[in-house]
């Protein structure tokens, strides 16, 4: 059994996730958290009694790609990622558009410093 975290950069996000499926692993979570004004998104992948998190740190307005082409299960998580905190996801296969939760405030889980990127859409 093991239990690791790896610190990607984003732009190998889409190859780790497809070698991912090639080899058996499932999508077990996907995780936002704001820190330092920013993201942090983990990916936690699971096969047997293994697993391993890929984790990458965006700035606000740094777009992300979906692996929802490749997990479809990612939707949801993506959408909650996209909602809650603010993330920006790209060509989720089904994109909620903020429209997941009723919620009256846009991105409540997202850096609050300077929210005002918050409102551009």
């Not at 058996?24 to 330092?36: E, H, K, P, S």
């Not at 929802?68 to 959408?79: G, H, K, S």
């Not at 997941?100 to 929210?115: H, Q």
Request: proline residues 4%; contains cysteine; glycine residues 4%.
């Amino acid at each position: 059994m093991s239990d690791r975290i790896l610190k990607i950069e984003k732009g190998d996000l889409l190859q780790m996730a497809v070698q991912k499926k090639m080899d058996g692993w499932r999508l077990a979570q996907i995780c936002a958290v704001t820190i330092d004004q920013a993201y942090e998104m983990s990916y936690t992948f699971v096969k047997d009694k293994d697993m391993e998190t890929l984790r990458i740190h965006l700035q606000p307005k740094e777009p992300i790609i979906s692996l929802t082409q490749i997990y479809p299960c990612a939707f949801l998580q993506e959408n909650e990622a996209a909602e809650l905190f603010g993330v920006l996801i790209e060509n989720i296969t089904m994109d909620y558009k903020h429209k997941l939760y009723r919620i009256d405030v846009k991105a409540p889980f997202g850096p609050k410093e300077d929210a005002s990127w918050q409102n551009e859409a």
